[in-house]
Nanobody
């Protein structure tokens, strides 16, 4: 059973940077597809960035080169480096994992419905 714990959120000024972390336990993250999602008040959950078994990444259009997703398998940690944050980035950010079998996950879907395991979230507020 995969468990995910996010950290690193906070309240920052327009244009600032933050790095979110997600600690993974219960399974080797090397074989998982992992992603960051966000949900603003009154809105649905949306994909921000994902990374698969090969290290292939995919970003939502609104990221526009400002965020970088990375996974350090030896540390069992997923990261999201965010720069040039804007007020519209304000949301609860969630880490998620997708398991597709023992050979590993190669998906690059940003659809939250395809992910099996979720963390509790970390709040990011930009003003």
């Amino acid at each position: 059973h995969v468990q995910l714990v996010e950290s690193g959120g906070g309240s920052v000024q327009d244009g600032a940077s933050l790095r979110l972390s997600c600690a993974v336990s219960g399974y080797d993250p090397l074989y998982l597809c992992m992603g960051w999602f966000r949900q603003a008040p009154g809105k649905g959950r949306e994909g921000v960035a994902v990374i698969n078994r090969r290290g292939t990444t995919r970003y939502a259009d609104f990221v526009s080169g400002r965020f970088t997703i990375s996974k350090v398998n030896a540390e069992k940690t997923l990261y999201l480096q965010m720069s040039n944050l804007k007020p519209e980035d304000t949301a609860m950010y969630f880490c998620a994992a997708q398991y597709t079998g023992i050979s590993g996950c190669y998906s690059t879907s940003l659809d939250p419905a395809t992910f099996d395991y979720w963390g509790q979230g970390t709040q990011v507020t930009v003003s």
